[in-house]
């Protein structure tokens, strides 16, 4: 059979077809692969917790963060614009042996909705200033630990925070009132902490259970001061 300059066109046309569908694909796993600062920013938090072959030794430095399940660590899997292969969750629970003070790092998460460091007791120090550039958290656990120093104000900044469970620990202080100001704000729990003086008002509804086991805390859900 002659080959027709029309079939070749058409050969020609069926081949860029199909090289655009191969590459528009591949771009399409890409974004689905950790974002590097991400993946630096976790790495960061693994080498503080006791390195690579510490408790977050799966987390491996020639895998990806997103695509490889790293523990612990979730991400944004459906294709969203620029979103894609971004870390958005951070969990960890008792089981990790965790310990020593939070790492800075975990604030180099701009997509941070969800971080969850609870039950390790071991885990000391304040809560980083670095938290106050999580303005997509909406979850945030740091229950049952050693933390100290007081609880920081620009939480109050924070304007997505849902839930927020800072009991048991050592955390001394007031309970700043731009905690008040948080429009999505249902859970605050601080039980068993050393904090002092009056709950804001902005915060009476929540319950007491949240508020019990403090040094001096004061006014409704609990007594009234003094
Ligand atoms: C806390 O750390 C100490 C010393 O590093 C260790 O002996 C202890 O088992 C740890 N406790 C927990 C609950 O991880
Ligand atoms: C953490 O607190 C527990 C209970 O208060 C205590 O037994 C433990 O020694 C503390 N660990 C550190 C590392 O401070
Ligand atoms: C607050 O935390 C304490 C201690 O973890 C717990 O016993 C209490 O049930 C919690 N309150 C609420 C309302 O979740």
């Known amino acids: 059979m002659k080959t027709s300059p029309n079939m070749f066109l058409l050969l020609q046309l069926t081949l860029i077809f199909l090289s655009f569908i191969y590459f528009s ?13 991400d993946k630096a920013a976790l790495l ?14 799966d987390w491996h430095t020639n895998a990806d963060c997103c695509i490889d399940d790293w523990i612990s660590v979730g991400c944004l899997a459906e294709q969203q614009g620029s979103t894609v292969g971004r870390v958005i969750a951070v969990t960890f629970g008792s089981t ?11 604030g180099d998460l701009p997509f941070l909705g969800t971080l969850w460091l609870t039950g390790a007791l071991n885990i000391t120090g304040p809560i980083p200033n670095s938290f106050s550039k999580l303005k997509k958290l909406r979850s945030l656990k740091l229950n049952s ?4 120093g007081p609880i920081p104000t620009f939480l109050g900044r924070l304007k997505r925070l849902e839930e927020v469970d800072l ?8 309970i700043p009132a731009s905690l008040a100001t948080l429009p999505s704000l249902s859970q605050l729990n601080v039980s068993s902490n050393h904090l002092c003086g009056a709950i804001p008002t902005g915060l009476k509804k929540l319950e007491k259970s949240m508020f019990e086991h ?12 003094k």
């Open 96 to 106: 990790f042996g965790l310990s020593g003070t939070i790492p800075a790092e975990f």
């Open 145 to 148: 630990n050693n933390l100290s």
């Open 167 to 174: 009991s048991n620990n050592k955390l001394s202080g007031v």
């Open 214 to 225: 403090n040094k001096c805390l004061c006014g409704a859900p609990l007594a009234a001061c």
């Open 25 to 37: 694909k591949s771009n399409a796993s890409n974004d689905l692969s950790c974002h590097p600062n």
């Open 44 to 57: 960061k938090i693994r080498d503080h917790f006791g390195g690579p072959n510490g408790p977050l030794s």
